[in-house]
């Protein structure tokens, strides 16, 4: 089913989550842990992050340096058929412009089009692991580039014209920016592409994590006011560590209201900071769900302790 579908089909409230794949080397097994916890609690979908080859340069004995490109967290699409057919949950993966040329984008799709996976999230990605391309091949540099190929191909165009070609039939979501994206220079601009992603297809977006929802209702306000009318999914992520308060702004660029930092800071153990971090997140949950929200989205990586403790005061089942 369409991520659109069970948006629109859906009565009651309900969770997503959003994992990564294990390190390169690591067993699966902590991914079957983290899904199987999360069961009972019926996540309706299930997002799985990917990451663009590193190019890594070894010097050699001789002074010259080799060429290495790999993967630190391989998977993406192999977890997709574990999630859809061992647990009967939705997979979206996440395709990335950064990394990855429009050619291998297109293989990609390809291969889960084969899965009967429906569902990808179309992201820029992080751009210090873009690569050039070759000479003979292109590269989507934005999001709203990788959702127009994505389109294209649900149509039926394919990079080369192809006799008899198949349209794919993939819903497409797109990430949302409460407080912008990095590189916009303001607001009022980013939310201007987020509508042209909508405008070349996209059907749904799930927004950076935030911990204010003031920066939400006022982002899907603004957003409506632009002609925004896709879905506009909250994402949340329960502080854990004392260290986030830092990690999580450098890496994510997002604030933390200072009544959650000064708690934080003032807490006498990291198991406090937990129980605070849980605390906070229950009343944004609480929150969005008073306004008219039926899904929440967590962003848990592998780790879904603080979330089961979450859901367990939530009582969405």
């Known amino acids: 089913m369409h991520v659109a579908e069970i948006l629109s089909l859906e009565p009651a409230p309900f969770i997503s989550v959003e994992i990564i794949p294990p390190r390169r080397g690591a067993s699966i097994g902590q991914v079957h842990a983290a899904i199987e916890s999360l069961l009972p609690h019926r996540p309706r979908y299930i997002n799985i992050t990917s990451h663009a080859a590193e190019v890594v340069w070894q010097e050699q004995p001789d002074g010259t340096f080799r060429r290495r490109v790999k993967r630190r967290s391989p998977g993406t699409f192999g977890l997709c058929a574990v999630i859809k057919y061992k647990y009967g949950i939705e997979p979206v993966p996440h395709l990335l412009c950064h990394g990855f040329t429009r050619e291998e984008t297109e293989d990609a799709l390809i291969e889960l089009h084969y899965l ?103 982002f899907v306000e603004r957003a409506r006011a632009a002609g925004v009318y896709i879905p506009i999914i909250p994402g949340l992520k329960i502080l854990t560590k004392r260290e986030q308060l830092y990690s999580l702004p450098r890496s994510f660029h997002i604030t ?3 009544a959650l930092s000064e708690a934080v800071l003032s807490a006498k153990s990291e198991s406090e900071v937990a129980e605070i971090g849980i605390a906070w997140a229950y009343q944004q949950a609480m929150d969005l769900l008073s306004h008219g929200v039926r899904n929440l989205h967590f962003y848990t990586m592998l780790y879904t302790k603080p979330l089961l403790r979450l859901m367990q005061r939530l009582r969405l089942d």
């Open 116 to 218: 009967g996976v429906e569902n990808v999230l179309a992201l820029q990605g992080e751009e210090r692991y873009a690569r050039p391309p070759r000479p003979d091949r292109t590269v989507n540099q934005y999001a709203v580039e990788l959702v127009a190929q994505i389109t294209a191909m649900n149509q039926g165009r394919y990079l080369d014209e192809l006799t008899d070609a198949q349209p794919t039939r993939f819903c497409v979501g797109i990430a949302a920016y409460p407080e912008k994206h990095y590189q916009a220079p303001n607001l009022a601009f980013d939310i201007l592409n987020l509508k042209r992603k909508q405008d070349a297809g996209a059907s749904y977006a799930i927004t950076q994590m935030f911990f204010d929802n003031r920066h939400y209702y006022e």
């Open 256 to 258: 933390i209201p200072e």
